[in-house]
């Protein structure tokens, strides 16, 4: 699915202050491709990505995912819009913390609308093969905290893999990996992007991860920097 942003802008007000995170971001993302977003801590990355799935409204600007303008959305449409088509990594994790590692990465399954939900035995199975896939098969019973922070970062990838999402966006997906689960994790990625189609946006600091993307942007500020390619 593709994405268009155009010209946004978000400005957080609070306690008699103004904070202006992003300014005049337009952005075309083609479908199926992989973007990663790069930039220093605090240029408003994880800003744009919410505001690009969705989870938050620019304070001006418009945000389109493939036909649906998200901007002209109630937030209960953008809801739907989301579980049917949006997957989100978060950078810290937000996992369920009465739910173990199994049941977290089924939820998203068992939220989709019945029409497209997979029976019962089929949504555990699709659950125990990502948990697998990520190399968490001796932790399906654990509760988040009785995982480790990469376990939970990975029980988060799976997570958002589960409902085998047309856009998938992840918040610094390998941040507290050793080298080698960072690797499992970006081939994760890369494979539901192949056999899916599945458009990927990576905010990371990772440069190995970033230079593994067909494109690299970078944000400074609060603005797009011009691509050079
Ligand atoms: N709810 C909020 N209210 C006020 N300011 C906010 C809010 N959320 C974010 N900010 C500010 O917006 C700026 C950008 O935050 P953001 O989380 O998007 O940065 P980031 O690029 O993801 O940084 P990092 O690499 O550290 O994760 C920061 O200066 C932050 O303080
Ligand atoms: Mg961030």
Redesign the pocket.
Known sequence: MRIELTNIDKT?T?AGRK?R?LEGVSLEVESGSRTAIT??????????LGIMAGLEAPSSGRVRLGQTELTSCTEEERAGFRARHVGFVF?TFHLLPAFSALDNVQVPLELLPRDRRPAPREIRARALELLARVGLSHRTSHLPHELSGGEQQRVAVARAFAARPRILFS??PTGNLDRESGVRVVEALESLNAETGTTLVT?T?DLELAARSERVVR?RG?RLEPETS
């Open positions: 957080f609070g904070v995170v930039g220093p801590s605090g240029s408003g990355k994880t800003t744009l950078q918040d610094e905010v600091h944000l609060g």
